[in-house]
């Protein structure tokens, strides 16, 4: 069985938890399981990913960002998702396509239809089964990630964190949105639960789209 599944949210909703969580659970249950990131997961992801974060003193065009993500998302899809796919490996992805409606289309600006025309171009039209929405008002998703180690020269913020708060509730916005046009595709959960809880919510929804494949470990 084909299975891929998205993690989507705004900055600190607890996605790397998640995907962490779940795919410690789904190895403890033998489990043919990769779990990558975008930006990121191959050598030319891992090229672009600081490219695209450190912050900036000249303001990237928002065309310009667009292409860096969906450059890095091609290479992805087309070195590791789709080979590890077809080995019928689960693939489980922190952001991928709806990031960059959220970021680049509500939050920049970029006509919603191009981005989705691009994301398909770039994905092949390979898109998630399942995409966890762990929905969570960007304040305090913005203030939980205040409290990690600083990464970056500066206020420690990467250049999409360092966006305004009213740009950060666009991206909640249009991810709601989303989910509300592709609710077959979308899971929500509110990102303020405890994590545990979040994850059982997560194991609970694998059982009840594929009985036969996670009921025995939930
Ligand atoms: N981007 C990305 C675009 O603009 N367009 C695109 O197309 C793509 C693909 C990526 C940036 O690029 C942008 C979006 C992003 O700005 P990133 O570093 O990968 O940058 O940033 P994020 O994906 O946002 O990762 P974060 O680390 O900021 O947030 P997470 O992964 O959502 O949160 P997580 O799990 O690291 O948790 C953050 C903190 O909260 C705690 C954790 O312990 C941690 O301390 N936490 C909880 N606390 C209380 N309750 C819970 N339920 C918690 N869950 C986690």
Redesign the pocket.
Known sequence: MRLFIT?E????????????MLHSFLVDMRVSVLKT????GTALGDRL?PV??EPSEVPFAPLS??FL??A??AQLVKEVIVPALNHHTVVIS???????????GY??GIDISLIQRLNKTATNGCMPHLTVL?D?DPEI?LQ??S??PL?FIGNGK????S?SLDFHRQ?RKGYLLLAEKNKDRFFVVN????????HKLIRQELVRRYPERFAKGA
Do not use: C, N, W
Not at 37 to 40: D, S, T, V
């Open positions: 993690f949210g705004v900055e600190g909703a607890g996605k790397t938890t998640q995907v962490e990131r975008e930006p990121g990913r695209l974060l960002e667009m993500y969906m890095a998302r922190d952001r991928y396509v709806d990031s960059t409606i959220a970021y680049q939050a920049r762990l969570i998703g939980r990630i409290s990690k990464r990467d250049r999409l964190e966006e991206v990102g303020r639960r405890p994590k545990e809880e979040i």
